[in-house]
C-alpha cells in the first residue's frame, strides 16, 4: 500500500531536548515536505526536499532541520524544542511533475513541548 | 502574496442538506486550486482539484467545485451531506516549487454535521 508513514504519532518532550520525527515514503516520490497545523493558522510549509540531498527553507523553518540522505526518509529534526513548536506536523511526499502528483499525506504527529 | 482565505470558521447542517464551503484566493497567474479534506486524527486527502478547462470541477466523495475567476473564488458544494463528511476543509493554491507542488492553505472550515 502506497503511503506516508510518520512516527511518533503522539510526543511529549521538554523544552531544550532534541528530537526527531521520522517520515517515511514507499511511492519512490522525488519531493517531500513538512508542515505544521496550529488553530486558525491552517498549515504552514517549514521544509522541503526536491530530491536527496536538496533541502530548502520554507515559510516557518525557524528551529527545525531536516535531512534527505535517502530518496524514502525525510526527518525532522528540532535541536532545542520551545512551547511555539507545539502544534501538529505532517510530512508530505510526491513526484515532481507539476500538478498532475498531488501530495500524499502521512497521518500526523502531534508534538507538545513543556 | 499568495493567500487563500476561507471565511467560514465552523459550519454546521444537518444531515441530508446541502453544502457550500467559500474559498477566496490571491494570485497573479490562473491558479491551481485544491480542496483537501481532513477527518479527525488523519492527514489530509485530496477531494479535488482545478487546473484549466472546465469550470466545474468533479471530486471524491459526491463533493464538486466551481472556478470563478472573476469572483476570485473555488467554492465546494455537495448536494446531500452525509454525517461522514464531518470533518475539516482546506483549500489551497498550488505554487511551483522546483517543478513539484507547493501548497498555500487556507485556514480551514471544521463542518459539523446534525443528524
Known amino acids: 500500500e502506497a503511503q506516508v508513514t510518520q512516527n511518533p504519532r503522539y510526543l511529549i518532550t521538554v523544552t531544550g531536548k532534541k528530537l526527531t520525527v521520522t517520515c517515511s515514503q514507499n511511492m519512490n516520490h522525488e519531493y517531500m515536505s513538512w508542515y505544521r497545523q496550529d488553530p486558525g493558522l491552517g498549515l504552514r510549509q517549514i521544509y522541503y526536499?526536491?530530491?536527496?540531498?536538496?533541502?530548502d527553507k520554507g515559510d516557518v523553518p525557524e528551529g527545525y532541520k531536516v535531512s534527505r540522505k535517502e530518496k524514502r526518509n525525510f526527518p525532522l529534526i528540532l535541536e532545542s524544542p520551545s512551547p511555539n513548536q507545539t502544534s501538529l506536523y505532517f510530512c508530505a511526499s510526491s513526484t515532481p511533475g507539476g500538478y498532475n502528483s498531488p501530495l500524499h499525506f502521512g497521518n500526523g504527529t502531534r508534538l507538545t513541548v513543556t | 502574496a499568495q493567500s487563500v482565505t476561507q471565511p467560514d470558521i465552523h459550519i454546521t447542517v444537518s444531515e441530508g442538506a446541502s453544502l457550500e464551503l467559500r474559498c477566496n484566493y490571491s494570485y497573479g497567474a490562473t491558479p491551481y486550486l485544491f480542496w483537501y479534506v481532513q477527518s479527525p486524527g488523519q492527514g489530509l486527502q485530496l477531494l479535488l482539484k482545478?487546473?484549466?478547462?472546465?469550470?466545474l470541477v468533479q471530486g471524491i466523495k459526491g463533493f464538486e467545485a466551481e472556478f470563478k475567476r472573476s469572483q476570485s473564488s473555488f467554492n465546494l458544494r455537495k448536494p446531500s451531506v452525509h454525517w461522514s463528511d464531518a470533518a475539516e476543509y482546506f483549500c489551497a493554491v498550488g505554487l511551483t516549487q522546483g517543478g513539484s507542488e507547493k501548497l498555500v492553505f487556507g485556514k480551514g472550515t471544521k463542518l459539523t454535521v446534525n443528524p
Open positions: 526536499s526536491m530530491n536527496v540531498e536538496v533541502t
Open positions: 482545478y487546473f484549466s478547462g472546465d469550470t
